[in-house]
Nanobody, 125 residues
């Protein structure tokens, strides 16, 4: 059983930056691909970014490409989402997730096995 705890959310003005962290425990971190998803009020949860087990391969939603960067430190069991040039439409609860299976699209939330509790990001205009 893997436990995931997000931190780093908050209130920021448009154009600003935030750094989200996700700390994992209870499993072998390098066995999991990791992803970030977000959910705004009244909307479905959507994919933000994913990173492979080794950290070599990453993928981003078009809406955040060029502004957000996902990274991981397998020695520290953490995954980071650096968010720059934030926009009001980035406002959402951000979730960290772990994917154990090698098959299944990394951009689909249904393929993730473990989820954190979420951290609120609010971007004011």
């Amino acid at each position: 059983q893997v436990q995931l705890v997000e931190s780093g959310g908050g209130l920021v003005q448009a154009g600003g930056s935030l750094r989200l962290s996700c700390a994992a425990s209870g499993g072998t971190f390098s066995n999991y691909a990791m992803g970030w998803f977000r959910q705004a009020p009244g909307k479905e949860r959507e994919f933000v970014a994913t990173i492979s087990r080794s950290g070599i391969s990453t993928s981003y939603a078009d809406s955040v490409k060029g502004r957000f960067t996902i990274s991981r430190d397998n020695a520290k069991n953490t995954v980071i989402l650096q968010m720059n040039s934030l926009k009001p439409e980035d406002t959402a609860v951000y979730y960290c997730a772990a994917k154990s299976q090698w098959i299944g699209a990394a951009m689909s939330s249904r393929n993730y096995d473990y989820w954190g509790q979420g951290t609120q990001v609010t971007v004011s205009s």
